[in-house]
């Protein structure tokens, strides 16, 4: 079955670029149906849409438009793989951070996702 | 881009039946079929319940039924069982090609 799993630091200093992977097994980053998500969740902010990548042909990338100046996302077809990172990073970064597949057995929603990664911003 | 609004909390007995609402706006609700609702249990991910606003995937509970109706969708949850005492949030696409989470729903069966 599906299956992401996440890695990268728990502990990001202020300003400092948080960076996060998420590898995929059972599907392929490079599918023509389903996108790559990166997701936070915070108690002040709830469930948090970051951003996505997926490939049509080409490849494509939405960002949330909060997000849009500071984030990247890169698949990695070598490793089946794809990476979220986040420049300049506050204290309001700190979050529980995953990755979830979208547009999966063809539906508009996150059916596979990650176990999350706690990311806390502090010096 | 605003959350989607959902109640705080909700409540009710064994065998009971509930309904979560999602409140959005014509941009997002109200112009996709594509509402999802999610299940989560403390210190787990969240788990898709609802796909496509009726949608149920393999390994989600029939007693779970999604609507929609003009900008508000709806989770309606029958039979209720103590592992259903969670936190449930509601999500859509948006007219500007992003996602919307509403802020969640806490069940509490009493």
């Known amino acids: 079955q599906v299956q992401l799993q996440q890695s990268g630091p728990g502990l990001v200093k202020p300003s400092q670029t948080l960076s996060l992977t998420c590898a995929i097994s059972?599907?392929?980053?490079?599918?023509?149906?389903?996108?790559w998500n990166w997701i936070r969740q915070s108690p002040s902010r709830g469930l948090e849409w970051l951003g996505r990548?997926?490939?049509?042909?080409?490849?494509?990338?939405n960002y949330a438009v909060s997000m849009k100046s500071r984030m990247t996302i890169n698949p990695d077809t070598s490793k089946n793989q794809f990476s979220l990172q986040l420049n300049s990073v506050t204290p309001e970064d700190t979050a529980l951070y995953y990755c979830?597949?979208?547009?999966?057995?063809?539906?508009?929603?996150?059916?596979?996702w990650g176990q999350g990664t706690m990311v806390t911003v502090s010096s | 881009q605003s959350a989607l609004t959902q109640p705080a909390s909700v409540s009710g007995s064994p065998g009971q039946s509930i309904t979560i609402s999602c409140t959005g706006t014509?941009?997002?609700?109200?112009?996709?079929?594509?509402v999802s609702w999610y299940q989560q249990h403390p210190g787990k991910a969240p788990k898709l319940m609802i796909s496509?606003?009726?949608d149920r995937p393999s390994g989600a509970s029939d007693r779970f039924s999604g609507s929609k109706s003009g900008n508000t969708a709806s989770l309606t949850i029958s039979g209720l069982q103590a592992e259903d005492e969670a936190d449930y949030y509601c999500?859509?696409?948006?007219?500007?090609?992003?996602?919307?989470f509403g802020g969640g729903t806490k069940l509490a069966v009493l």
């Open positions: 979830a597949r979208g547009g999966g057995r063809g539906l508009a929603a996150f059916d596979i």
């Open positions: 059972g599907d392929s980053v490079s599918s023509n149906i389903a996108t």
């Open positions: 990548t997926y490939y049509r042909s080409k490849w494509s990338y």
């Open positions: 014509s941009s997002d609700v109200g112009g996709y079929n594509y």
């Open positions: 496509d606003v009726t």
């Open positions: 999500s859509s696409y948006t007219s500007s090609g992003t996602w919307v």
